[in-house]
């Protein structure tokens, strides 16, 4: 794998600065050592994941990371790949941010399962219970992903599984919450927990396979 932690500091500066210019050509530069999906995994949410650090310790204010998320947001769209030719779409697969806005990781999942040929309903950011239960029954969904990033949200997806007791539709989560607490996705009952985009891939390929 490419080592892309070299371009850490740089992006970071560039984003705190909200440098787009700078922050788009550290990442052309990154093109040229690694794929863009390692790129989106291991330099964007890294990096991310640094500056979010430096607002929790109170060093970065709001605005700096909401400025931040926006212009990565805007540079994995040019980087990752629309899709693969081929693609693998049974069975059916959808993904969501559970009740909030903080889209990027949602983003990065898709775009990276997508990219690695699979097929999947893109179901966008507040998606409640009763939202997500109706689409299920109406489209067929089999696999659910979804990407959760505050607590009370996290604990909140138990109703979820609750509801969907024996029709074995899959849950995936991921996101912050169950970062944090390892042992909080089997609390909620859900099917398995990722940490990142490849740990994403792993799972899907095993519920394809029928080994989850
Ligand atoms: C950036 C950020 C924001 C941005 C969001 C920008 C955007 N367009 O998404 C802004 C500034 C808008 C924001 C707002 C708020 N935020 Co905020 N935010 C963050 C921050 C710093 C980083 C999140 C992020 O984008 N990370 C980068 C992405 C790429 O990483 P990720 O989401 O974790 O995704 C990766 C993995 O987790 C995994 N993954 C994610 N989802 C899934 C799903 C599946 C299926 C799988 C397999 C894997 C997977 O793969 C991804 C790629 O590696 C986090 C801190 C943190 N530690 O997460 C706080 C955080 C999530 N926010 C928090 C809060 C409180 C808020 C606000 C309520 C603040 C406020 N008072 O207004 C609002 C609420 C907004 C809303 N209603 O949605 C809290 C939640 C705390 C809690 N206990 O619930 C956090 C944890 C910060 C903190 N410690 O206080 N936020």
Not at 104 to 130: C, H, N, P
Not at 142 to 165: D, G, H, N, Q
């Amino acid at each position: 794998m490419a080592d892309l932690k070299v371009f850490r500091n740089d992006l970071e500066r560039a984003l705190i600065s909200l440098d787009r210019d700078t922050a788009q050509l550290i990442v052309k530069q990154a093109v040229l050592v690694g794929t863009p999906i390692e790129i989106a995994g291991e330099l964007i949410s890294q990096t991310l994941k640094i500056i979010g650090d430096k607002w929790e310790e109170g060093t970065l204010s709001l605005s700096q990371v909401y400025m931040s998320g926006l212009i990565c947001e805007q540079i994995i769209d040019q980087i990752l790949p629309p899709s693969s030719p081929v693609r693998i779409d049974q069975p059916k697969m959808a993904i969501a941010v559970f009740e909030d806005f903080h889209l990027l990781g949602k983003r990065i999942i898709y775009s990276v399962l997508r990219a690695s040929g699979f097929e999947l309903m893109d179901l966008g950011g507040g998606m409640g219970i009763a939202s997500l239960l109706e689409i299920i029954k109406k489209e067929n969904i089999r696999v659910l992903l979804l990407s959760v990033l505050m607590l009370p949200s996290a604990i909140r997806i138990k109703e979820l599984t609750k509801k969907l007791t024996g029709s074995g539709v899959k849950i995936v989560v991921g996101g912050a919450p169950f970062r944090f607490d390892e042992q909080l996705w089997k609390e909620v009952g859900a099917d398995a927990f990722g940490r990142d985009s490849s740990d994403a891939i792993d799972i899907v390929t095993k519920i394809m396979a029928g080994s989850l």
